[in-house]
T-cell receptor, first 114, second 118 residues
């Protein structure tokens, strides 16, 4: 019940296209859903995050869509660029406040072809 | 923005030795820090929660006597891998929430430490 399932495992997109990564969860107590970007040999960097009180959040080319009833959320990368090639992780947290443990999805390796 | 540093960035040691990894929050205080382990092409697995002024909380299956955690101050947590063996070779990453920010769920990750045990 603590798992976060992420798909696809890998994704190849042409430059300018839309990259879509999906995550699903079971624990209805989760109340914070961030997406992280990780380059090889580096730590994850926060991209964008959402809470269940909104269905969509957009920051630049990155959009999170959230479906509370389906317990699913997704990351959309518009106008994908070769520099977006990285591994993306969704995550979820259920502990209120600032001590929440993050449960990570399995990760998606994105390759954007020029 | 909030910055978390780790030292060293990579370390190679012989089997049986102990290795200490430091995690520092550079511009904010963190009463809680988290330690993760990541194997190649895999996700991050939470190892333990480091608590300033009290004992760390370990996840199920993580040997607390092997992975010693000390949260010495509000900006420093250390992870010591004792009697390291080749199977301990991994990428170790720490994170910390910036409790001074309004949106306090945000966790900031360090750059990671690559441990190779020969």
């Amino acid at each position: 019940q603590q798992q976060v399932k992420q798909s696809p495992q890998s994704l190849i997109v042409q430059k300018g296209g839309i990259s879509i990564i999906n995550c699903a969860y079971e624990n209805t107590a989760f109340d914070y859903f961030p997406w992280y970007q990780q380059f090889p040999g580096k730590g994850p960097a926060l991209l964008i995050a959402i809470r269940p009180d909104v269905s969509e959040k957009k920051e630049g080319r990155f959009t999170i869509s959230f479906n509370k009833s389906a317990k699913q959320f997704s990351l959309h990368i518009m106008d994908s660029q070769p520099g977006d090639s990285a591994t993306y992780f969704c995550a979820a947290s259920s502990t209120p406040g600032n001590t929440g443990k993050l449960i990570f999805g399995q990760g998606t390796t994105l390759q954007v072809k020029p | 923005g909030a910055v978390v540093s780790q030292h060293p960035s990579r370390v190679i040691c012989k089997s049986g030795t102990s290795v200490k990894i430091e995690c520092r929050s550079l511009d904010f205080q963190a009463t809680t820090m988290f330690w993760y382990r990541q194997f190649p092409k895999q996700s991050l697995m939470l190892m333990a929660t480091s608590n300033e002024g009290s004992k760390a909380t370990y996840e199920q299956g993580v040997e607390k006597d092997k992975f010693l955690i000390n949260h010495a101050s509000l900006t420093l947590s250390t992870l010591t891998v004792t009697s390291a063996h080749p199977e301990d070779s991994s990428f170790y990453i720490c994170s910390a929430p910036d409790q001074g920010r309004k949106f306090t769920d945000t966790q900031y990750f360090g750059p990671g430490t690559r441990l190779t045990v020969l």
